[in-house]
């Protein structure tokens, strides 16, 4: 199997001026994620899609590579992930390389491992799933939601699981925004027969939009290597 990473990385965050090459523990934040590829040994080759040329020179010296630039139509605020991963598939492949496989991983992962990539992708090659998305259970029952009416009262989104012990509720999940694999038929067919998903610990799960964000991140990874998690 010829299996690509992609990771996204533009250069025009807002919220944290950026973010993807910002130092986290000593080294920018992107580099976390591309070790992380490297060490899963299941790619051969891990490719950034960027359009800012910091990115492209701190993702070489990483070991990834930049074989292109990113459009800059599909670097603002409003282009979604799977269009920029779509786009590089097609990059590449006019470029003559052979990908069975494509699995886009974030650029603000550090708290992913080599070790999760390879059981995702064993279990996504194993069920001969189209595309396989990572998930972390929510950590509190979503049945047991509240809303608030236009009164400033609250109520149970679902009245009828109000009294439900949270035992007896089935366990929801989310996209926890690590990574995905694809087959190339996604792209080329918009194949999507078979969707499955691998779940994450909860404790390697963190979303970083904010400075809060980053330095919560930071203590999440500290304890992690500290108590030697899996």
Known sequence: MNNIAVIPARGGSKRIPYKNIKDFL???LICYTIQAAL??????SVVVSTDDEDIM????????RVPFMRD???ADDFTGTYDVVKDAYFRLTAMGEQIDNVCCIYATAPLLTGNHLKKAYDKFVTQNADSLISVCEFSFPIQRAF????????AYREP??????????EPCYQ???QFYFYKDTCFTQGKFAK???YQMPRYRVIDIDTLEDFDYAKAIYKTIEELKLE
């Open 160 to 169: 009828q699981y109000a009294m439900t012990r949270s035992q007896d509720l």
């Open 39 to 44: 060490d899963s040994g299941i790619f051969s």
């Open 175 to 177: 996209d926890c925004g």
């Open 72 to 74: 800059k139509k599909l």
């Open 57 to 64: 020179i701190v993702s070489e010296k990483s070991g990834a």
């Open 147 to 154: 809303i608030i009416n236009a009164q400033g009262n609250i």
């Open 195 to 197: 969707q499955i998903a």
């Open 26 to 28: 000593g080294k920018p």
